[in-house]
């Protein structure tokens, strides 16, 4: 069999990933909270410990032949350079559009402020409903800035809704539905046809179970 690399999303992610690939034999075989190339039990297969907005950039490369990344992630990189063959159902959340309780209030004048860690996405969903916002990016915490007043809104993901009503926000529309995906390099689809063919199977069997 053709040896393999399958880069991982490091954080939540890769710990709901970790029962799937325990299943099919790919568990890692080395320390994942130290090592970035971690050997899996399968010798054929290596895993790859990486940030989760970098698992598309890794595969589109062909330095990783497959990835485990969120939906989010990919819809925000553009995901028409790989293939996304299955769905893996694990980290499930949504993407959502939150504000303050008291909502934003749309003056007429001034656009409405929206701060995410996914300006791609959100310029697409308000530019589909035909309305302008100016968009603020951030890197996490996306909570606080309707609270000091640094937006309007904030795009951000949604899965129990704790951290919005911790904060006081409430979720006012949902752009799409998040889980994980299995992602295929394009090239390495046909040149380790055979050996990517056996892992998606592999992978659909324990999604199933
Ligand atoms: N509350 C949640 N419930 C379920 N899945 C989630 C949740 N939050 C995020 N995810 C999924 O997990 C992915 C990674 O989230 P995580 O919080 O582990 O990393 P991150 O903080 O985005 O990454 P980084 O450490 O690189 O900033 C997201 O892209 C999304 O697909
Ligand atoms: O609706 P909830 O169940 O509260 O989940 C939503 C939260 O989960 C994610 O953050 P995460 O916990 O991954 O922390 P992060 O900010 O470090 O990414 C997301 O950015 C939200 O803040």
Redesign the pocket.
């Known amino acids: 069999m053709a040896a393999l690399t399958l880069a991982l999303?490091?954080?939540?992610?890769l710990e709901e990933s970790l029962p799937l690939l325990a299943r099919i034999g790919l568990d890692p075989a080395g320390d994942i909270d130290r090592l970035l190339r971690v050997p899996s039990r399968n010798r054929d297969v290596s895993l790859l410990i990486v940030?989760?907005?970098d698992v598309p950039t890794y595969v589109e490369y062909g330095a990783a032949d497959l990835g485990i990344v969120?939906?989010?992630?990919l819809m925000e990189h553009g995901g028409a350079a790989l293939y996304e063959p299955l769905d893996l159902g694990i980290?499930?959340?949504r993407l959502s559009v939150a504000a303050k309780k008291d909502g934003p209030r749309p003056d007429g004048v001034r656009r409405l402020r929206v701060a995410t860690k996914y300006p791609e996405i959100t310029r697409r969903h308000f530019a589909q409903k035909g309305e302008q916002v100016e968009l603020i990016k951030l890197?996490?915490s996306m909570e606080l800035a309707p609270l000091v007043g640094l937006a309007d809104l904030i795009v951000d993901?949604v899965?129990t809704g704790g951290t919005l009503k911790a904060n006081g926000l409430v979720e006012i529309e949902t752009i799409c539905q998040?889980t994980?995906r299995l992602v295929v390099n394009k090239a390495a689809m046909k040149t380790k046809h055979a050996a990517i063919q056996t892992l998606l199977a592999q992978f659909a069997g324990a999604v199933r179970a």
Do not use: E, F, H, N
């Open positions: 999303s490091k954080g939540r992610i940030r989760p907005a969120g939906k989010d992630v980290a499930r959340c890197y996490g993901l899965a998040v994980s």
